[in-house]
């Protein structure tokens, strides 16, 4: 055997030495990166360093738009020789130079060539130096951006940081089996402006709807909800089992219940909805309301509501918990509370889940535990239905903080819902552990997760924070997770917190993957910051996918916030 292995390996290093051989002009040149590493049309005299290995004296660059032959309108005026490692080029970028990735090719002047594929960009004329956005990926229409420039220059909606939090359900105005509106549920606002809004979206076109789809009536859209509380999360569900959803949002936690009026109404069929604030229980609690999760925990067709209570104070602590609330008679009642474990489950109740993901009748609750004390460090926690304090399973994968985000549908399509979580340093811009993880239903102790799904490379920052959403578009399983400070740490350094990317990974799904789409804003001209992907809702079996841009500037508003409605074509 060690023979055989030995011959095996030595003919394969002959055949690499003659294969070499015959292509050694083109393999001793290596182009890994430039910075800066995109730039606009228009570009003049502009300084971009080329690293790379092997390069020698008198070495020369060429741009080529991407897979050609074609410069594409890039010109180098020269190349400065730093050493084997780096040149330096100098270009010219025409005014009507082709909008695209561009290879670059380093020839020596023995005639030894590299070729480093798609290392540069050129950008749209106004785009800072440095910066470019994926766009809008081929399969997908950008179809709405529901904020808008006035003719006064403003945006039409000021409360700033639209789309820090964003959920959309579809809704039967008239209960005639046929769906009106997609109910878009998009929280804004900082200090002193926060506002939460209901945009009502043509189930069709996804365009924002003028009138109402069963009257014909004009109709108020976008409905403001509230002012005064501002979230960064937002969970839909059904607390009174009406048909028409429901929304709950964090940091300021309130229970948005809808109601439509009826067919005698003077305004017949229209959407109105009433705030409930959830209150923390008695006990200082300082760590109530770190996540939140929605789901019908006891069977009555009415979904109740999961609080998480990551825990007190340093100096008086409380030991983390999880508060599940119900809805009647015109408000929340707590009617259970799960406490932490034991004291090994660090960071209990940083994310929540409801679902039925054990196959056993009725829906479990699932508690994230990213600071617990297991090998790879975090845990996820399942209480079967129906749940109680005593009966739990722990699940565990690769840390760290593993159970930071959770989430659960049947995103793999094959009839049972899937537990999703979230694991990695999200906060760390080279990280290499940022990851999404599907455990295939059903799950039961032990159970290992089936799927990986990966940042793009270079896109991982903020990964999942702090939002991501699962669920379905039509008849694909759809995995989507921001980055809202996405190239944070490459050559984009005048666009603060990064440009952002969203992540969107589609069924059926590899044992591990990077994402089938990636998204970004459709331009980077018109704005100093982004933050793209920091809200992002699907809209369960519609072919939807909505992403807020919350840090945006809109004409003469600054930050004022954007949501992207895309189409899946
Ligand atoms: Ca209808
Ligand atoms: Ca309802
Ligand atoms: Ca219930
Ligand atoms: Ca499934």
Redesign the pocket.
């Known amino acids: 055997m060690k023979m055989l292995r030995y011959t095996s390996v030595f003919l394969a290093i002959l055949g690499a030495f003659l294969l070499a051989g015959s292509v050694s002009a083109t393999a001793q040149i290596q182009v890994d990166s430039t910075n800066p590493s995109a730039a606009p049309q228009g570009s003049i005299n502009l300084s971009v360093t080329i690293s790379g290995n092997g390069f020698k004296k008198g070495a020369k660059a060429q741009w080529f738009v991407t897979g050609t032959t074609n410069p594409g309108g890039v010109t180098v005026n020269s190349t400065t020789f730093k050493g084997s490692t780096q040149l330096t080029a100098n270009l010219t970028v025409a005014a009507n130079a082709v909008i695209s990735g561009f290879d670059i090719l380093v020839t020596n002047t023995d005639g030894r060539t590299g070729k480093g594929t798609d290392k540069f960009a050129v950008t749209q004329k106004g785009t800072p130096i440095g910066c470019s956005t994926p766009g809008t990926p081929s399969g997908f229409t950008l179809v709405a951006e529901l904020n808008t420039v006035q003719p006064n220059g403003a945006a039409s909606i000021t409360s700033l940081r639209l789309g820090n939090a964003i959920r959309v359900r579809p809704l039967d105005l008239n209960r005639d089996g046929i769906v009106d509106t997609l109910v878009a549920f998009v929280t804004s606002g900082q200090t002193g402006s926060e506002a939460t809004y209901i945009f009502l979206l043509d189930p069709a076109t996804g365009l924002p709807q003028a009138n109402n789809p069963v009257t014909g009536a004009a109709w108020q859209n976008p409905l403001a909800l509230l002012t005064g509380a501002f979230s960064t999360a937002a969970v839909a569900g059904d607390v009174n089992g009406d048909g028409v959803p429901d929304f709950v949002m964090l940091n300021n936690l309130y229970l948005f219940v809808g109601s439509v009026s009826g067919a005698s109404s003077p305004t017949p069929y229209t959407l109105s909805y009433t705030a409930y604030p959830i209150q923390a229980p008695p006990g200082g609690y300082s760590g109530f309301g770190a996540s939140i999760a929605i789901g019908d925990l006891d069977g009555d067709g009415a979904d109740e509501i999961a609080v998480g209570a990551a825990g007190g104070g340093k100096k008086n602590p409380v030991p983390p918990a999880v508060f599940i609330y119900k809805f009647g008679s015109g408000g929340l009642t707590n009617v259970q509370t799960i406490q932490w474990p034991n004291s090994s489950a660090g960071g209990f109740g940083s994310a929540v889940a409801v679902g039925n993901i054990d196959g056993n009748p009725g829906n479990d609750l699932v508690v994230g535990a990213p600071g617990a004390s297991t090998p790879n460090g975090g845990a996820v926690y399942v209480y079967p239905a129906p749940v109680q304090q005593s009966s739990y399973f722990m699940l565990t994968g690769p840390g760290p903080q593993f159970g930071e985000g959770l989430g659960i549908a049947?995103?793999?399509?094959?009839?049972?819902?899937?537990l999703v979580v979230n694991t990695g340093y999200k906060f760390s811009g080279s990280d290499t552990t940022a990851q999404t993880l599907i455990f295939?239903?059903n799950v039961h102790a032990g159970t290992t997760y089936t799927n990986e799904l990966l940042p793009a490379t270079g896109l991982s920052y903020s990964w999942a924070a702090p939002n991501f959403d699962v669920g379905n578009m039509l008849t694909g399983g759809a995995v989507a997770v921001g980055t809202p400070n996405a190239s944070i740490g490459n050559s984009c350094s005048s666009i603060g917190g990064g440009v952002g990317a969203l992540h969107l990974f589609t069924s059926p799904f590899a044992s591990s993957q990077q994402p089938n789409y990636v998204f970004g804003p459709p331009t980077l001209v018109g704005s100093s910051q982004f933050s793209f992907g920091y809200g992002v809702g699907v809209v369960p079996g519609y072919p939807f996918l909505l992403v807020g841009a919350h840090l945006q500037d809109l004409g003469t508003t600054s930050q004022a916030g954007q949501v992207y409605v895309y189409k899946k074509n």
Not at 410 to 418: R, Y
């Open positions: 049947d995103v793999n399509l094959d009839g049972f819902p899937d295939a239903g």
